[in-house]
């Protein structure tokens, strides 16, 4: 598959990585082994507050289709079964949660070298109908998101983004919640031999006349560590370190301090992943 506008999803993806991705508050332990035949076995505990969860996890992939099965603690099960191009640029998903039998859903994503589309539909007599899109290349894309409720006859989701790329920075903005909501991203790439970047995200609601806006940053210390840190303007500042003790196995600390209420405990979150 060839460099092209990627998906909807894509669009300010590099920013939203960069100010979300692998800070928590929780406590969370992953373990994945592989079985003899290539299964993968992925098992997984969360602490949140008092709260345990836990899931396990089956991956097996067989050529071009991989079977995703999950069972969590709520005795429910999750199952992706996806066709990785049936036909070029093409890929098929399809995906239930046992026991809801109105979680049926079939996806179709397709990649062109200057277009992207992912449609879905649920598998019930008034499905809801997904559909995103985008058109353009690597230097500029321009796209909508889209979901379609047949049960009430409403569009439950009217989302429009555009994206530009050049060689070290990305700049997206896109329009949510019905045209309520406007975020404006930008990503930079400082330095690429030590992962230095900087982002930002401004988000404004119309209705509420609020904005929010987040800077981040990330570093790798040398090639087996990264930090990361962030700010937004309402004084909550979070900060992780995340570091490759062995390969694929990663352990991440990050915590978060409210500057504006100092005397309140900082939240601290853990990480560990494993795999052989």
């Not at 990785?84 to 890929?91: F, R, W």
């Not at 050049?166 to 790439?189: F, Q």
């Not at 992962?195 to 904005?211: C, D």
Request: contains cysteine; aromatic residues 6%; proline residues 3%.
């Amino acid at each position: 598959m060839g460099k092209g506008p990627g998906l909807y999803t894509d669009i300010g993806k590099k920013a939203r990585d960069l100010l979300c991705k692998d800070y928590q508050a929780d406590h969370k332990f992953t373990l994945t082994t592989y079985t003899s035949n290539g299964v993968a076995i992925t098992s997984t505990g969360t602490k949140k507050g008092e709260l345990l969860l836990a899931d396990i996890s089956t991956e097996l992939k067989n050529k071009n289709i991989t079977t995703n099965v999950k069972v969590d603690t709520s005795s429910k099960l999750f199952a992706t079964v996806t066709v990785d191009e049936p036909a070029p640029g093409l890929k098929t998903i399809f995906s239930f949660i046992a026991p809801d039998q109105r979680s049926g859903k079939v996806e179709l994503q397709y990649q062109h070298e200057y277009a992207g589309i992912s449609t879905s539909i649920g598998l019930t007599a008034n499905p809801l109908v997904n559909f995103s899109g985008v058109v353009g290349n690597n230097s500029v894309t321009v796209g909508t998101d889209l979901s379609f409720d047949t049960a009430s006859g409403n569009f439950t989701k009217l989302n429009a983004g555009l994206n530009f790329t050049h060689s070290d920075l990305i700049a997206s903005l896109t329009l949510n919640d019905k045209g309520d909501t406007l975020n404006a991203s930008y990503y930079h790439i400082v330095s690429p031999l030590t992962n230095t970047a900087v982002g930002a995200e401004l988000s404004h609601s119309f209705s509420s006349n609020e904005n929010t806006l987040t800077i981040g940053t990330q570093h790798a210390l040398d090639p087996l560590t990264t930090v990361k840190a962030r700010l937004n303007n309402y004084g909550r500042a979070s900060a992780l370190i995340q570091h490759e003790w062995r390969p694929k196995s990663l352990i991440t600390i990050s915590g978060e301090v409210d500057t504006g209420a100092i005397e309140k405990s900082a939240k601290v979150g853990l990480a560990l992943a494993l795999k052989p």
